[in-house]
Structure formats: structure tokens, C-alpha cells
């Protein structure tokens, strides 16, 4: 592949630095900080999560002026997020002054990513995201005979194993810029192992890392018969760290596996978990057994006649729905963030056969519709925050609520945000 130049110029222009600007405070308008540093200052609701064009301006000249005068990153704030639903995750978040930098990086490099980036890569990239991957594997699924047994595989921490120098090494191999590359080597050095979980720059860093090892999976596991090349794995899909497989055979596979294994550790310096089994596609609810299942993959369950959402996402559903009523019922006011999660999750029902348990489980109990007035009442209003509330008039003959008025809110819902600490000065915003 031929390695690209001549990227620094772009990198520390001014367009790029307000586009970086403007494309990484856009859900983080309400933080204190960049309001203050980007925002407006008066209470006027038109200028609510919008920035100052002036602010953004001055702004954008001072990051071009650190990157000229040799940029240091700034020490990172540590914390651990502890989720109502979901896994708890360590985290390191850096300052917004390194945040814009993070942005106007990848902004300059993205398309020589995205060059090398296998089809099925999903997960924080543009346009392929879990709707992706869900498309794709039940298509395989569902329409092609090869799709017999699968795998997953996990790679164990990975964000935290990755190497670092590794990492630079394989940036070199595209990119000839030595300003561009010293950048990534300071951006990929931000802590003394690994990559910062909460780095813009680290979703972008990880899925080049693999392209790899997605490249040999596709590539270079095939066996001949009879003078043809037969791919050992029909179907491959990532999602992250998360590996499916598909194949018509099992020891075909199995094989793969193995293989994958010894490259990972090898050429990645990855670990891949030992966890792994290789099970036949179930075809329905009650064809599940010791070796058969439907497969687990970004929230779904994919069986060969249909695709159902993940037992857990039942669940959540179901307790935000009865959190919204009773509120409803109660005070009757609605939670911008509730109101949020339900549209959302009903996005996921939509791409499933699960109309049955919206019908009976959520339709009869709130309207999706009103959800969706909220949410577009509070955009139109400057309405904003995770604690925002649109206070809602008492249901009427038609059996609906209607909207009255709406009030910002904070950040706190987020409770479950623990064990915060700062790493030197980590803890500022703005280096």
C-alpha cells in the first residue's frame, strides 16, 4: 500500500481545528467547561447547546499554536463507570484542549484508515454501527446454506494489551509524514500501557490495529480442493474486540480458531480468550441444546427463521417504560434521558421480530409517538441535560397527555459515576 505525505499542512489548518471543534463538543454542549470556553454566556434559549463563532475562532488559533510549538498531552482524568445496566468500565478521559487535538488528528488520517478498513469492521466507525453488523449476520444467517456453525471470539483487554509501539510501527507503513506520525506517537503514549478507553482517538486506533489480522481471517484461511480455493470461514463479522465466524464446518473452524490464535499472539500481541466453543445455528426457540444456539451478537439473537433482541434489552425496556408511567401518572412529567432510551430501544425492536413484546409489553402502557414530542419539544426549546423535564398536561378525554413547559436539567442522573481521580492535573478540562 502507498504511504501518504504531506499531511501536516491540513492537520494544523484552521478550518480543520473549528470542524474539529464543531464535531467534538456536539454532545458535549452542556458541559460546564465548553460552555464557558466555547459558548455562549447569557441565558438567551436560541444560544442554548450552541457555540460562539468568535470563542470557536480564537479557540481553533490556539490549538494550531500548541501543535506548532510542540503539543505535550495533559496528564488524563481517571474514573470508573458503574452503570445501572451494563458492565462497569475504567476509563481516562483527556482534557478538551487534547480532545479538539485528538479530533483534528483523525480528521486528517481518517481516510487513510478507511482505506485499509475490511467491509465488516463495525463498531465507531461512520455508518457501521450495530445495525450493521445485525443486517449482515442475519442475512448470512437466514439466507445461505454454507452458514452451518459459528464461533466468537473475545480478545482479552484489549484496549489496555495493546502495544503501543506496535501501533506507531504500523502507521509508518501508510503514512510518511514524520510530523503526523511524532503526533500519533505522543497520542498513542498518553499513558504507560494501552490505550485510553475514553479517547476519541482510541476507537480509530483500535480498528486500525486489527485491520490486520481481519485482513488474514478473510485472506489467507482457505484450503484447496481439486484446484479451488475454499475459505475456511464463509462469513466473518467484528464488532469491536468481539469475532464471529461462520462456516459449514466444524472442523474447518475449529482450524480457524487455531490459526487466529497463534496470529493474534504473534503479529497483534494479543491474547485471545480460551472461552470459546463451536456450536450449530439453532434453528428456532426449541431447537437449543448443549451444542446448538442461536447467536449472541451486538444485543441480538439470531435464529435461522428470525432475529429476536437479547434477553437483558427486554428487560431494561421494560423497567424505563414502567419508570416513564409512573411519572407520568405521578407528576406528570417526563424525563428528557427516559424519553431518549425508550426511542432508542424501540429502533432495536424495530430491526427484530419482537413485535409481539412491544405490542403487549410497551404500546398499550406509553405512546412512542408523545416520546418523540418530547424529544422534539426539548430540541426546539433549548431544552437540555440529562435531568431535563417536560412537565405535561393531565390525559385527556382522547386518553393522551399534551406538553405545557420544559426545564433544563444537569448531569444528576449520572450517580453512577464513581472512583474519580486525577492523575497529576488530570482533572482540568483544559490543558
Request: charged residues 30%; proline residues 4%; contains cysteine.
Amino acid at each position: 500500500m502507498k504511504r501518504v505525505g504531506n499531511l501536516w499542512g491540513d492537520l494544523c489548518s484552521k478550518q480543520n481545528a473549528i470542524q474539529a471543534i464543531y464535531e467534538g463538543t456536539e454532545h458535549k454542549r452542556q458541559d460546564r467547561q465548553v460552555r464557558r470556553t466555547l459558548g455562549y454566556t447569557d441565558d438567551d434559549p436560541k444560544h442554548q447547546g450552541k457555540l460562539d463563532p468568535e470563542k470557536v475562532s480564537a479557540y481553533a488559533e490556539r490549538q494550531i499554536e500548541k501543535l506548532a510549538n510542540g503539543w505535550i498531552p495533559s496528564p488524563m482524568r481517571h474514573m470508573t463507570i458503574r452503570p445501572p445496566f451494563g458492565k462497569s468500565r475504567e476509563i481516562d478521559c483527556p482534557t478538551l484542549s487534547d480532545h479538539i487535538i485528538h479530533w483534528m488528528l483523525i480528521r486528517a488520517i481518517k481516510p487513510i484508515i478507511m482505506r485499509g478498513m475490511y467491509k465488516h469492521s463495525c463498531g465507531s466507525i461512520p455508518d457501521r454501527g450495530i445495525d450493521s453488523a445485525r443486517s449482515a449476520v442475519e442475512r448470512w444467517v437466514q439466507h445461505d446454506d454454507r452458514a452451518k456453525y459459528f464461533v466468537k471470539l473475545d480478545v482479552r483487554k484489549f484496549y489496555p494489551n495493546i502495544d503501543q509501539d506496535r501501533l506507531v510501527d504500523l502507521f509508518k507503513l501508510v503514512i510518511k509524514d514524520p510530523l503526523v506520525i511524532e503526533l500519533i506517537d505522543k497520542v498513542a503514549h498518553a499513558l504507560p500501557k494501552g490505550l485510553p478507553i475514553g479517547a476519541y482517538t482510541s476507537q480509530w486506533f483500535a480498528n486500525f490495529y486489527l485491520q490486520q489480522l481481519d485482513h488474514h481471517i478473510v485472506q489467507d484461511l482457505f484450503k484447496s480442493r481439486r484446484g479451488k480455493r475454499i475459505n475456511l470461514v464463509a462469513h466473518y463479522c467484528r464488532y469491536a474486540d468481539d469475532l464471529l465466524l461462520i462456516g459449514s464446518s466444524k472442523r474447518d473452524l475449529e482450524k480457524s480458531v487455531r490459526d487466529i490464535i497463534s496470529f493474534a499472539a504473534g503479529h497483534s500481541r494479543l491474547e485471545i480468550k480460551e472461552c470459546w466453543e463451536i456450536k450449530a445455528i439453532a434453528k428456532d426457540v426449541h431447537d437449543i441444546g448443549p451444542h446448538v444456539a442461536p447467536i449472541d451478537f451486538v444485543g441480538y439473537r439470531f435464529y435461522r427463521d428470525h432475529t429476536e433482541i437479547r434477553g437483558g434489552i427486554f428487560l431494561h425496556t421494560t423497567r424505563i417504560a414502567a419508570r416513564i408511567v409512573k411519572r407520568l401518572e405521578s407528576q406528570s412529567v417526563v424525563l428528557l434521558h427516559d424519553a431518549q432510551s425508550i426511542v432508542s430501544l424501540h429502533g432495536w425492536f424495530e430491526h427484530a421480530d419482537s413485535e409481539y413484546f412491544f405490542e403487549n409489553y410497551i404500546y398499550n402502557r406509553i405512546s412512542i409517538k408523545f416520546m418523540q414530542e418530547v424529544i422534539s419539544y426539548a430540541s426546539k426549546n433549548g431544552i437540555v441535560g440529562d435531568a431535563a423535564r417536560i412537565f405535561c398536561g393531565e390525559r385527556g378525554p382522547d386518553g393522551k397527555y399534551h406538553i405545557l413547559y420544559g426545564r433544563s436539567g444537569g448531569q444528576t442522573r449520572r450517580v453512577y459515576r464513581v472512583d474519580c481521580r486525577s492523575v497529576g492535573d488530570g482533572l482540568r478540562l483544559d490543558g
